[in-house]
């Protein structure tokens, strides 16, 4: 009997510790999840101006900003327009699911392509890969949703391809497009001329390893295509071994001279007559020594290649 | 088919007449191409600068880019004293590396710079070089 008691009393006791212990647990999470949830809400109605701060200290670290954005809904707002600041379409032979411009399509549906302000369109291989066979209507549709880019890289651009018609593929960058770079490109003066007169608020332009084309009509007065508009094109040129002089020409012609602060030269033809089209606005110039070489010691198109190859990897 | 131009120094002393720029402030060389065993031509950068007429004109900036940091060629700072007999400037040091590169970059450069003035190779200057960092390519890296 008196074992009976002991066993039922045991059990009982056994029980409510139980029970404390499940109740205390219970408090315990409810506890946390509210720490949490003030902390949460604190952090989320931190001052616009202290997050700026915070942002602009991680901006050029991705992996920092994400685990920032995965912070909070308004974090992640906050930090979207840096995170999708700079987009990057390439060949990627391992992974073609994220190939070339497919990546456009999921950014479409969620609406990130108003924040890319930077894009690059890398090509490693010998043959670019941009072409119009590209953009199917679904892609052209996407790709115009990049309305906000202000700096344009384009490796391997085969701008022959794009004409006519070229502002169909690129005429939606006009209002805001401040800076363009074009790496081993070709195309003649004439269809050079046609792209950059898309843009009337361009300031920079950057050219590498512009291929000698054949003479095209540019040259000749009446033949000279009308422009679409007329950059401002104050900011910075850089050319890197272009040896054609005809472009500069009809640019002072048809964009009412030129008016770049900043001119870094390497290599270039009629580097004279920019100088003189903007002797009453050059305020920095850069110059390379370039005297005689022996012919082995010239640059090949390999070199280019390879130059280009190493500055991406 | 790239061609490429490859200038005579007359042509490019034609090129680079800088005589007509009214408002050149500052003209720049990078390091690489004012080292020993570059193509250097010592002269030609000294007639350039003798051309320089801007009333504004008062730097010569000495661009360093990342490879620039880690070469071990030295740079030719004959060059600069003969620049600088025919037109008085400011040396700066500028180096040109993305972001996550500026510290140590920076390091790096100041010590050169250092190292030059204790050579006294820079004396013939009225005041140190001085040191900035610019922002470089931002489609590099």
Not at chain 2, 5 to 23: C, N, Q
Request: aromatic letters at 10%; one cysteine or more.
């Amino acid at each position: 009997m008196r074992v009976g008691i002991g066993t039922l009393a045991h059990t009982v006791l056994f029980q409510t510790k139980a029970r404390t212990n499940q109740f205390n647990a219970i408090r315990s999470s409810a506890a946390e999840a509210t720490i949490a949830e003030q902390r949460r809400a604190q952090t989320a109605n931190l001052p616009q101006d202290i997050l700026e701060i915070i942002i602009a200290d991680l901006c050029d670290d991705t992996s920092s900003l994400k685990t920032f954005s995965a912070t909070c809904y308004s974090w992640y707002l906050a930090a979207a327009p840096y995170l999708h600041r700079t987009l990057t379409l390439e060949e990627r032979p391992s992974d073609p699911t994220r190939a070339e411009l497919k990546p456009l399509a999921k950014l479409y549906k969620m609406n990130l392509l108003p924040f890319v302000k930077k894009l690059s369109i890398r090509c490693l291989s010998f043959e670019p890969w941009l072409s119009p066979r590209k953009f199917d209507r679904q892609t052209l549709r996407h790709f115009s949703a990049l309305t906000n880019v202000q700096q344009l890289r384009i490796e391997r651009f085969d701008l022959s391809k794009f004409m006519p018609g070229i502002e169909r593929y690129f005429g939606h960058f006009a209002p805001a497009l401040r800076s363009i770079s074009l790496t081993i490109s070709s195309g003649t003066s004439r269809q050079l001329l046609c792209l950059l007169a898309l843009f009337p608020n361009l300031d920079d332009i950057e050219i590498e390893y512009y291929p000698t084309t054949k003479p095209d009509a540019t040259s000749s007065g009446s033949e000279v295509a009308v422009p679409f508009s007329a950059p401002s094109l104050k900011g910075q040129l850089k050319l890197t071994h272009f040896p054609s002089e005809t472009i500069f020409r009809d640019m002072i012609t048809l964009f009412g001279g030129l008016r770049f602060r900043s001119m870094d030269l390497c290599s270039v033809e009629g580097s004279r007559l920019l100088l003189e089209a903007c002797a009453d606005t050059l305020q920095t110039l850069r110059i390379y020594q370039a005297v005689p070489c022996s012919e082995e010691s010239v640059p090949t198109f390999s070199d280019a290649y390879a130059d280009l190859s190493c500055r991406n990897s | 088919m790239l061609t490429y131009l490859v200038e005579t120094r007359e042509e490019m002393l034609k090129d680079f007449d800088l005589s007509h720029l009214r408002s050149l402030r500052s003209l720049e060389v990078t390091a690489s191409s004012v080292s020993h065993g570059s193509r250097l031509d010592p002269d030609l950068l000294r007639d350039i600068i003798s051309t320089i007429n801007s009333p504004m004109f008062s730097e010569v900036v000495l661009v360093f880019q990342r490879p620039d940091l880690y070469r071990p060629y030295s740079i030719s700072f004959e060059t600069f004293r003969e620049m600088h007999s025919k037109r008085k400037f400011r040396l700066v040091f500028c180096l040109e590396v993305l972001k996550k590169y500026r510290n140590p970059g920076f390091q790096v450069m100041r010590q050169r710079m250092e190292y030059e003035m204790t050579q006294r190779r820079l004396n013939f200057l009225e005041s140190p070089p001085t040191l900035k960092i610019s922002e470089g390519n931002p489609w590099a890296g």
